[in-house]
């Protein structure tokens, strides 16, 4: 699996870098982009085996529409907190595409799990990345077990 991140400013990287790490992570290629050249890069997308795009955008947030307007890839975006309304109106604008236009949306300043859900979308047709998604949910439950265990200890004790 590839995945397309691209960002509305470099003053989104310290958000959108948490999606890296995921993809790093799951061993996912990814290919990044500030917004200024978009239109060439999700047009040609599919060429290069990209299967979708996680974008993250601030304030008006138009960034994810206008990147899912030029592709049938699924499109996931990430509402960047920014501005006076602190995020909220780029999470408004995101989910709130016209009918026929799907962008997927997480929450404001959610890039690793726009990430994650990405991973998702192509576990389902990649065995392998399945397998290690599995993984990483079954993880992630056994370390709240952990958690609990040491919790209750605790309570236990006083």
Do not use: C, W
Request: charged share 20%; net charge neutral; proline share 4%.
């Amino acid at each position: 699996m590839k995945v397309g991140l691209i960002m509305g400013s470099d003053s989104d990287f310290p958000v959108m870098k948490k999606a890296i790490a995921i993809f790093k992570e799951f061993g996912v290629e990814y290919e990044v982009l500030l917004a200024s050249a978009h239109r060439e890069f999700v047009s040609t997308a599919e060429e290069r085996g990209i299967s979708a795009f996680v974008v993250g955008a601030g304030m008006a947030a138009h960034l994810p529409g206008v990147v899912a307007s030029y592709t049938t890839l699924p499109v996931i975006g990430v509402p960047l907190e920014s501005g006076s309304l602190q995020g909220m109106d780029a999470l408004l604008a995101i989910v709130q595409m016209p009918s026929g236009i799907p962008v997927a949306t997480v929450a404001i300043n959610g890039a690793k799990n726009g990430a994650l859900l990405a991973v998702q979308i192509g576990a389902a047709s990649d065995a392998a990345l399945a397998k290690k998604y599995k993984a990483y949910r079954e993880n992630m439950a056994n370390e709240v077990m952990e958690k609990n265990q040491k919790l209750q200890e605790t309570i236990k004790s006083l």
